[in-house]
C-alpha cells in the first residue's frame, strides 16, 4: 500500500503544530518542515543502498486455477508522470487539550522510467521528483528536480534503493526518503506460491526509524486477476514502542490503513493506488518551564497515486 510519505519533527518544537506529517503514516504531524538551504541536486545517479526483504506467509490459496502471481516490467525506457495527492486532518492533544483540527493537503508529482532489467531479474526504475504544492503548511524547499533509484523483482519486492539528497537539511532529506520510499513500495509483495483469485497472504516489514525499529504488517486479499493485471486490497498495521521508553521524545506510535492496488502488466508503477488510514502518536516534551508535558497526534489520511494531471 501508498502510505504518505514521512513528515519529520521540528527541531524546535514550539515551532511544529508540534510535528510534521509522518510516516506511513503521517503519525509525527509536524506541518512545518523547514525549508532546506545548499547545493542544486546532485548531477550522476544515487548509489544504491541494499534494503531489507519483507517476510511473506501465505494464509490461504485462493479458488482454483491457482499460478504464480508476478508483476510484468515495461519495456525498457517506458516513462510515466505520476501524482501522489493526500489529504489529512490533523488533532493535536497538549497535556490532554485539545487544539482545532487542522486541514492539510499535499500533491507531489515525479516522472519514472524503467531502465531495465539484470540478468537476475531485477528492474531498476529511476525517478525524478516533480513539482511540490501543499496547502495548510509550506512545502519543503529544494526538491523538485531530486533523483532517485530503485531495484525491484517481479513479486514488488525493493531490493536497493538510492536518494539523492545532496545539500538538504536534515528535515527535507528525511521527508525525501520518505517520499521515494512511498513510491518504490507503490506494489503489493506478492507471495512465492500460486494462487487464485481470494488468495491471502501477510507481508510483515522491520523498518529502521529514527526513533526506533517499527514492526508493520500488511494483510493482502487478491480481488481478480487476468492476462492484463491484477486488483488488490489490503490492510496494514504498525507499531513503534522504543524499549525501553526514553524519558521525554516517542513513546508510541501506531498506524492503521487500508487500500486498493491496481496493477496493469507492464506498466510503471501501479495503475492506481487509493489508501485511507489513521496514525496516533504519543511523547513526552519538555515544557518551557522545565517540566514534561504530554502530546498526542492523531493523524487521520486519504492518499490516491494516478497519473499525473496531463500525462499522457
Known sequence: MLPPAPLRPLARPAARLALVLALGAASACDTESAPSAGPAPGAGAPALAPQ???TVALVRPGDPPLAPLRLVAPAPGAERRVQVASDFTVVLRQDGAAL??????????????HDGA???????????LGPQT???APAPAGL???QARWTLDDRGRVHGLGVDTTGLSPEAAAQ?????????????VLPDEPVGVGAQWTVTETLDQPEGTETRRTTWLLMSRDDQGMVLSGQTEGLLAPD???????????????GRVAVMHGTVLPARVDSRGHSAREAVLTRPDGKPGALATETRWTTVLEDAPGAP
Not at 539484470?118 to 525524478?128: C, E, H, Q, W
Open 52 to 54: 531489507p526483504l519483507p
Open 100 to 113: 482545532p483540527p487542522r486541514q492539510l493537503s499535499e500533491r507531489r508529482s515525479a516522472t519514472v522510467v
Open 118 to 128: 539484470d540478468p537476475a531479474g531485477l528492474s531498476t526504475y529511476a525517478l525524478v
Open 134 to 136: 501543499r496547502e495548510g
Open 144 to 146: 523538485e528536480g531530486r
Open 176 to 188: 525525501l526518503q520518505s517520499m521515494v520510499a512511498a513510491f518504490s513500495a507503490s506494489h503489493a
Open 244 to 258: 525501553p521508553p526514553a524519558a521525554t521524545g516517542l513513546q508510541r506510535r501506531s498506524l492503521r490503513g487500508e
